[in-house]
């Protein structure tokens, strides 16, 4: 069962465009013979390296590792979760630009059935609207487009698999340079892909808009306190 949260900066149009209904519509309801992908860049991922060892885990001792670090670089991690079955289509790449996601378009391309239709969900970042893109998507027809609401990343659900990353391979990871990190990332998905988990969506729009506008009027609230 899913998790609804709203985040600090709440949407501000997620109850006035079809956006927000129509992404729920693809989880609640996939279309048939078709695929649903929630695509996202994790961008700047760092190549960090500590400055001395840390010591390993041991019996009456926690893990440890040194508050200072060296940086060796960054990437760009592209992602497209499948809903279906969870696995994910991983690409990292030196920028974030159209041009990487175009080249990232074309592996979903090679790596999905060709007769099926592809849904994909991303946010509004340009890159994902650029000229380009949008003329390989029109030679491309089993793309479909469909974008998130501002300030409603939340509703991508490879954003649960990116806190994942960061949280069991990433953030307490040591990188000597960006093709050890690349590496690293790599492998996770691999191992991940092995026994992959669908996160089911159960919520309901109706009930994901309530608390919307709970939340908005807290936040509302609180500002206005904060004011006087």
């Not at 954003?159 to 994942?164: G, Q």
């Not at 391979?169 to 000597?176: A, I, K, P, Q, T």
Request: hydrophobic share 35%; net charge positive; with cysteine.
């Amino acid at each position: 069962m899913t998790a609804v949260w709203i985040p600090f900066t709440s949407s501000t149009d997620i109850g006035r465009t079809g956006r927000f209904k129509d992404i729920v519509g693809l989880y609640l309801s996939p279309p048939e013979h078709a695929l649903v992908l929630c695509c996202d860049e994790k961008s700047q991922v760092q190549a960090l390296d500590r400055t001395q060892p840390g010591l390993p885990l041991k019996k009456g001792r926690a893990q440890t590792m040194t508050h200072d670090y060296k940086r060796h670089g960054t990437t760009t991690l592209f992602a497209a979760l499948n809903v279906l079955n969870g696995q994910v289509i991983g690409q990292c790449q030196q920028r974030h630009t159209h041009a990487q996601w175009l080249k990232f378009l074309r592996q979903i391309d090679r790596e999905t059935p060709k007769k099926k239709d592809l849904h994909l969900i991303c946010d509004n970042y340009a890159t994902h609207k650029h000229p380009k893109v949008r003329e390989w998507l029109e030679k491309h027809p089993r793309f479909h487009m469909h974008f998130t609401p501002t300030s409603a990343s939340w509703l991508n659900r490879v954003e649960r698999f990116f806190r994942d990353l960061t949280t069991q391979r990433l953030r307490r990871g040591v990188f000597s340079s960006v093709p050890e990190l690349i590496e690293s990332i790599n492998t996770y998905i691999e191992q991940h892909n092995q026994n992959p988990k669908p996160f089911i969506w159960t919520a309901k729009t109706k009930d994901i808009l309530e608390k919307v506008v709970r939340a908005n009027r807290k936040l509302s609230s609180k500002q206005n306190d904060a004011l006087h």
